[in-house]
């Protein structure tokens, strides 16, 4: 049963259901069988995170968020001190990282005492591994060092400004008066950007409230890609130690159009977040949420067409039958002093004649409401396509840096082993078992390297980097393969050239597209 459930819960490239659907299934399994399900999960688990290294990206995410949400209804109770040993791993071991990301989840879904205190009481070692501890980093904030600065007597007066409910229109005038002139735009979007981020930084619902309310503010000061970046990076710094709020602040700025989704992804592809590509979730959650909007605002705007379009058909329909009552009641006469007259009574030819005119302009409103619509799909369509292009462009440039060259007599290089001499094995299918799907062309029935070396992973930082970041190329090809089939031409403008056999071989697996040799990576 375990093995049925964990294995649909991996499926590539996506489960039967939703992944909450197999949360709650476990959940009431353990407590249904208090003396023999968990158990079986512990054993299921212990099995997938020897194989860790060799799973696919995509499995690996889905596992740490099942993993922490299932523990967050267990008061996160696991035998951490079996897995202790990863604190002597280097930073960029597969394990390592694995209880890195699921104590910062676990974190999230409780707070950082609980935690520290309850969940890894028995395994202290691994206090290291624990997010630091949430809480703003305010550029602007009050204390002798920086009693006197410009930035601090300016956010004082913004948040006096917003405390004594000036318009949003005032603020910017004040903006452009006050901080421009003499500081720079750069600087006034960090007054501003900072002072907001700290006056949001209660809640979400702080948050939300302070972007609804003074967007325009923002988005006057980031007319441009350059300037969004720069807005990105104070996000980052503000919310330092909270991967959590950095995600939910740059999703919501998404939301508003104050960051471009092209944008996003030049800050992902940046060299600050590139080093932590291997070492980190925090880069690739942004992405991949930012990704995830944009194709979810097409499936919006296409659900909106279809609902229009009924609603149109509908609208003709009544129209049409509201004209022809009104044209059949005209049509009824009658002898008035020898001479014909309308049958019907001046009142019901009036109340038709207003159906037929309020039919015709809702009529008239969804036809326009339909074209609108359809700019602004033809509009998301191509801001996908450019979306995607940029994406794999940053891949190829990033992992063009970085990985090791073909040899002279054309062998791949083997990233497991670093011997780049040896060929690259082929990655084997994605399996529907608990068989991971294989990143690293490694054999999965072999025993995993992490049990016999527990203390030991013998893969470099720049091949672990490699390693990843390729995964991470395979996995956003597979998941969203129809949107890049349907551009396939971009993808080819993309990898023109002489693009390295590894970068090629992952997305064209995550596409289960043929390369140019004949064969299917």
Not at 149 to 159: C, P, Y
Not at 429 to 440: F, G, L, Q, R, V
């Amino acid at each position: 049963m375990a093995e049925t459930i964990f294995s649909q819960l991996l499926l590539l490239p996506n489960p039967p259901f939703k992944p909450i659907y197999y949360t709650l299934v476990i959940i009431d399994l353990c407590k249904a069988l208090p003396g023999a399900f968990p158990s079986v999960v512990v054993g299921a688990v212990h099995a997938l995170f020897d194989r860790i290294s060799n799973m696919d990206m995509e499995c690996r995410t889905r596992l740490i968020l099942w993993f922490s949400h299932h523990l967050s209804n267990f008061q996160f109770i696991w035998p951490w001190q079996e897995w202790s040993y990863v604190k002597d791993l280097p930073k960029w071991a597969p394990q390592r990282v694995f209880v890195q990301e699921v104590l910062e989840r676990e974190v999230r879904l409780s707070y950082f005492e609980k935690i520290k205190q309850q969940s890894i009481e028995d395994a202290a070692e691994l206090e290291e591994l624990l997010p630091p501890k949430a809480g703003p980093n305010f550029k602007f904030h009050s204390d002798e060092s920086n009693e006197s600065t410009d930035g601090l007597k300016l956010s004082k007066e913004l948040i006096g400004l917003i405390r004594g409910k000036k318009s949003t229109y005032d603020i910017i005038l004040w903006v452009e008066e006050q901080i421009i002139p003499k500081n720079g735009t750069e600087f006034a979007l960090d007054v501003v950007s900072q002072t907001l981020l700290d006056m949001g930084s209660k809640s979400f619902t702080h948050l939300v409230t302070i972007l609804e309310r003074y967007n325009k503010i923002i988005s006057k000061l980031c007319p441009n890609e350059e300037m969004q970046l720069l807005l990105m990076n104070g996000v980052s710094a503000y919310w330092k130690n909270s991967t959590q709020m950095t995600a939910i602040a740059i999703d919501r700025m998404m939301g508003y159009r104050l960051i471009s989704n092209l944008a996003i992804v030049k800050w992902v592809f940046s060299p600050a977040n590139v080093e932590q590509f291997h070492v980190s979730d925090r880069p690739w959650e942004i992405l991949r949420n930012a990704v995830s909007k944009t194709y979810n605002r097409i499936s919006d705007l296409r659900k909106e067409i279809q609902s229009l379009k009924k609603g149109l058909q509908v609208a003709k329909e009544a129209s049409a039958k509201n004209r022809k009552e009104l044209e059949e009641a005209k049509s009824v006469l009658e002898i008035v002093e020898g001479q014909p007259a309308p049958a019907e009574r001046p009142g019901r030819i009036r109340r038709l004649e207003s159906h037929v005119k309020n039919a015709e302009d809702e009529e008239r409103t969804l036809e326009e409401s339909l074209e609108a619509k359809g700019v602004l799909l033809a509009r998301a369509h191509e801001e996908s396509k450019d979306l995607l292009k940029l994406l794999f462009k940053s891949f190829v440039d990033v992992l063009t840096e970085r990985l090791p060259p073909v040899s002279v007599d054309g062998e791949i290089p083997n990233l497991r082993s670093g011997d780049q001499n040896v060929n690259f094995a082929a990655q084997n299918s994605e399996a529907a078992t608990m068989e991971i799907d294989n990143e690293n062309g490694a054999d999965n029935n072999s025993e995993p390297n992490e049990r016999n070396t527990k203390n030991a992973y013998n893969v470099g930082e720049l091949e672990q980097w490699c390693l990843c970041t390729l995964g991470y190329l395979k996995s956003f090809s597979r998941q969203y393969a129809s949107e890049i089939w349907s551009n396939i031409a971009m993808l080819d403008e993309v990898f023109v050239g002489d693009v390295h056999p590894l970068i090629r071989k992952a997305a064209f697996s995550g596409l289960r597209r043929f390369t140019n040799e004949g064969s299917h990576p």
